[in-house]
C-alpha cells in the first residue's frame, strides 16, 4: 500500500521579510550543472549556512551572489532590488557586500591597518583611520596595526580578513570556509568570535561550508545542497531531527537505517516495537527508520539479542556499534564515564521521538 506523510510535514519554513533571495537561479560550467533552479530567501539580520559535500555547488552559489559569477537564468536580490536578473545586472563593488576567503586574501605588503582600510576608498583620512581603529577593537587586533600579514597567526589574519570585509559596511558578509585552515581549537572560538561580531553589527551573514557542525553552530537557518540544489532549508534542529530526505539524513549527522514495517499504527523493526509518530509516514508496508546514535537506549543484559561489537573512544563520549545477532546493526552514544566492555550482550531500545520513517527505497515504484 502506498504510503504518504500527513499534509503537515510539507508546510514551508517561517520566514521574515527575505533580505537575499535568489530565485529559481541556475548556472552551468561547459556541460556540468553547478547550480540548478536554486532559490533561497534569507532574512536581514540572520547568519544563514549554505551546507553540503564538495561539489554541491555552495561556492559557486557565492559566487553568484557576490556579482563574480554571473547565473545562466534566474534572479538575485539584495534589499529588494535586483542585482542579477535577464536584464539587470550590478557589478560586484556596487552590491554592499563584503567577502572573506578561506585564504584571507590579504595584501602581504601591506600593514594590518592599511588592509582593513583598503575597503575605505573615498572617505575623508580621519573618518577611515577612527573606523579602522574602531574595527581593530571589534575584532581585538588593538596594537597590531602596523604589523605585516606574515607577522601574524592563523586566526589574527583571519580576524584581519574580517575586519576588513566590514570596514564599508557593508549589508551582506560572505564567508567562504573561513576557518577551514585553523586548527581546531581556534577554530572552535574564532566561529563564536564571528558571529558575535556580526550579531553586533547586525550584519546579514552568508557561510558556506561542508562542516554540519559550523553550520549548526553559527546559523540561525541552514540550507542544504545536493548536487546544486536545495535539498533542505530549516533550524539546525529542524535539519538535524527532521531531515527531508536521506541524503540530508546521512549528511548531518551520524545515522543509521534499518528495516521496519508499519501495521497497525505501530511500527515494529529488530530493535523493538513502538507507537507510530503521529507526524510520520501513514499507511502499511515496509519502511526504512533514521536512528540517530543519541536516540539508542542500551543496557547490560546477558539474555539480550545485541552485542556491542566496536567501541570508539571519542573524549566526552563513546561511540558503540551493537549488532543485532545475525541482522542489522545501530550505534549508541554515552557518556565516556559509562564503559561498556566489547561483546557484552545488551538490551536495546530505541527512543521513536525523533526516529524518522522514510518508505524503503528498496520496494518504492
Given at each position: ?40 530567501c534569507i532574512t536581514k539580520g540572520d547568519f544563514f549556512s549554505l551546507l553540503g559535500p564538495s561539489g554541491c555547488g555552495k561556492t559557486t552559489t557565492l559566487r ?202 505501530t511500527v515494529s523493526s529488530a530493535f523493538g516495537t513502538f507507537p507510530l509518530p503521529s507526524d510520520q509516514l501513514r499507511g502499511t508496508g515496509q519502511v526504512e ?77
Amino acid at each position: 500500500m502506498l504510503l504518504k506523510r500527513n499534509a503537515g510535514d510539507s508546510s514551508p519554513v517561517e520566514k521574515g521579510p527575505a533580505y537575499v533571495q535568489l530565485e529559481n537561479v541556475s548556472k552551468s560550467f561547459a556541460t556540468a550543472k553547478a547550480v540548478s533552479q536554486l532559490t533561497v530567501c534569507i532574512t536581514k539580520g540572520d547568519f544563514f549556512s549554505l551546507l553540503g559535500p564538495s561539489g554541491c555547488g555552495k561556492t559557486t552559489t557565492l559566487r553568484l551572489i557576490a556579482g563574480l559569477d554571473r547565473p545562466d537564468e534566474g534572479r538575485i536580490s539584495i534589499s529588494g532590488e535586483p542585482v542579477a536578473a535577464e536584464n539587470t545586472w550590478v557589478q560586484p563593488e556596487k552590491r554592499g557586500i563584503g567577502i572573506v576567503f578561506q585564504d584571507y586574501a590579504l595584501f602581504p605588503h601591506m600593514t594590518v591597518a592599511q588592509n582593513v582600510a583598503f575597503g575605505l576608498k573615498g572617505y575623508q583620512r580621519e573618518k577611515a583611520k577612527e573606523r579602522v581603529a574602531q574595527l581593530l577593537e571589534l575584532t581585538g587586533l588593538i596594537g597590531l596595526g602596523e604589523r605585516y600579514t606574515h607577522e601574524l597567526s592563523g586566526g589574527q589574519r583571519q580576524r584581519v580578513a574580517l575586519a576588513r570585509s566590514l570596514a564599508p559596511s557593508p549589508q551582506v558578509v560572505l564567508l567562504d570556509e573561513p576557518f577551514s585552515n585553523l586548527d581546531a581549537d581556534l577554530r572552535e572560538e574564532l566561529r563564536g568570535e564571528t558571529k558575535r561580531i556580526l550579531k553586533e553589527q547586525g550584519t546579514t551573514a552568508i557561510l558556506v561550508t561542508h562542516d554540519q557542525e559550523e553550520a549548526f553552530s553559527l546559523s540561525d537557518k541552514v540550507g542544504v545542497l545536493n548536487k546544486g540544489s536545495l535539498e533542505q532549508e530549516g533550524t539546525p534542529a529542524e535539519i538535524y531531527h527532521h531531515p527531508c530526505s536521506k541524503f540530508v539524513a546521512d549528511f548531518v549527522g551520524k545515522a543509521d537505517f534499518i528495516i521496519g514495517e508499519i501495521k497497525n499504527n505501530t511500527v515494529s523493526s529488530a530493535f523493538g516495537t513502538f507507537p507510530l509518530p503521529s507526524d510520520q509516514l501513514r499507511g502499511t508496508g515496509q519502511v526504512e527508520l533514521m536512528v540517530r546514535p543519541d536516540d539508542v537506549l542500551f543496557n547490560l543484559d546477558a539474555t539480550g539479542e545485541s552485542t556491542i561489537t566496536e567501541a570508539r573512544f571519542l573524549g566526552a563520549s563513546v561511540l558503540y556499534r551493537l549488532q543485532f545477532g545475525n541482522g542489522p546493526s545501530i550505534h549508541a552514544i554515552r557518556p565516556s564515564t559509562e564503559i561498556y566492555p566489547v561483546g557484552a550482550r545488551v538490551r536495546v531500545k530505541l527512543d521513536a521521538r525523533h526516529i524518522v520513517i522514510f518508505p524503503n527505497s528498496c520496494t518504492r515504484a
